[in-house]
C-alpha cells in the first residue's frame, strides 16, 4: 500500500540524515549554509520541543510510544474505512515522522537535531519534525474540506 511506502520512505530519510550530520558535524557544532538564516547546528535532545521535558527520557519515549501507536491505530482504521487519500497520506507523514524521530531517541537516547533557521525562538529541528509538521498541516485541510 502507498501509505506504507510513505512511511518506509520518511523513516529512511530521516535516520540517513541524521547518520550523515553525526558524520560531519560534532555535537554542538553549527555550519552556515546561507549567510546569518540558515544552519546544520547538530544537537541531541532528549526531550521534546524546545527541549520540554529532557530530564526526564523515560517520560518522553513512553509518551512518544503512546502517540505514535495512536497514530498508526488511526491510520489503519482510516485505510480499512477507506478514508480520503488526503487524510491517510498525512497521517502517513505523521507517523513516519513520529517513528523516525523515536527509533533515534530509543537507539541513541535522544533525538539528532541539526537544521536551525535563525529567527526569534526557532528550534532546531530534522527532517522527521517537517513531515510531521506538513502532516498536520494536510491532516487539517483534510478535515475541513470533507464532504460530510
Same mark, same amino acid.
Given at each position: 500500500?502507498? $501509505? $506504507? %511506502? %510513505?512511511?518506509?520512505?520518511i523513516i529512511t530519510a530521516d535516520l540517513l540524515s541524521k547518520e550523515m550530520i553525526k /558524520?560531519? %558535524?560534532e555535537e554542538g557544532q553549527?555550519?552556515?549554509?546561507?549567510? /546569518?538564516?540558515l544552519y546544520f547546528w547538530r544537537i541531541k535532545n532528549t526531550g521534546c520541543a524546545y527541549s520540554v521535558m529532557k530530564d526526564k527520557p523515560d517520560a518522553v519515549v513512553a509518551s512518544s510510544s503512546v502517540v505514535t501507536a495512536i497514530i498508526g491505530g488511526v491510520l489503519c482504521a482510516g485505510i480499512a474505512k477507506g478514508e480520503k487519500p488526503s487524510l491517510l497520506?498525512?497521517?502517513s507523514m505523521c507517523l513516519g515522522g513520529a517513528l523516525g524521530n523515536l527509533i533515534d531517541r530509543v537507539k541513541n537516547k535522544g533525538v539528532t537535531d541539526f537544521i536551525y533557521v535563525n529567527k526569534k525562538k526557532m528550534p532546531i529541528f530534522n527532517l522527521a /519534525? %517537517? $513531515?510531521i509538521f506538513i502532516g498536520v498541516i494536510t491532516v487539517i485541510i483534510a478535515l475541513c474540506t470533507r464532504d460530510n
Open positions: 500500500m502507498v $501509505f $506504507f %511506502i %510513505i512511511i518506509a520512505v /558524520d560531519r %558535524i553549527k555550519k552556515e549554509l546561507v549567510k /546569518d538564516k497520506a498525512g497521517l /519534525d %517537517i $513531515f
